[in-house]
């Protein structure tokens, strides 16, 4: 059975950076999209940067653009999201998601996905 797991949340500091790592395993085939997701309480989930395969495009939310930096290496089944210079209201528990098409103009919809991974939380605060 198909399995997101993230890994690389925690506390850092505003200006810091930080690395999730989302390991995909029992994908038949490579997923077409993977998708950086995050929520705070009382607020819904939103996307903050897709990947297509073989890292052809990325796309992400404005708020994120020239910090978060999306990459993923199918011969090691692991997507990142590079974080840096992290904001306060960057705080949120991120997901990552795995979907077989890639469709760059719904890839930060929560509708393109299948998968999901359980969230790890990532807090920036002094």
């Known amino acids: 059975q198909e399995q997101l797991v993230e890994s690389g949340g925690g506390l850092v500091q505003p200006g810091g950076s930080l690395r999730l790592s989302c390991v995909f395993s029992?994908?038949?085939?490579?997923?077409?999209?993977i998708g950086w997701f995050r929520q705070v309480p009382g607020k819904e989930r939103e996307g903050v940067a897709c990947?297509?395969?073989?890292?052809?495009?990325?796309k992400y939310k404005d708020s994120v653009k020239g910090r978060f930096i999306s990459s993923r290496d199918d011969a090691k089944t692991t997507a990142y999201l590079q974080m840096n210079n992290l904001k306060p209201e960057d705080s949120a528990v991120y997901y990552c998601a795995a979907s077989p098409l890639f469709y760059s103009d719904y890839c930060l919809g929560e509708n393109h996905y299948i998968y999901w991974g359980q969230g790890t939380q990532v807090t920036v605060s002094s």
């Open positions: 029992e994908f038949t085939v490579d997923p077409g999209a």
């Open positions: 990947i297509g395969e073989s890292n052809t495009v990325t």
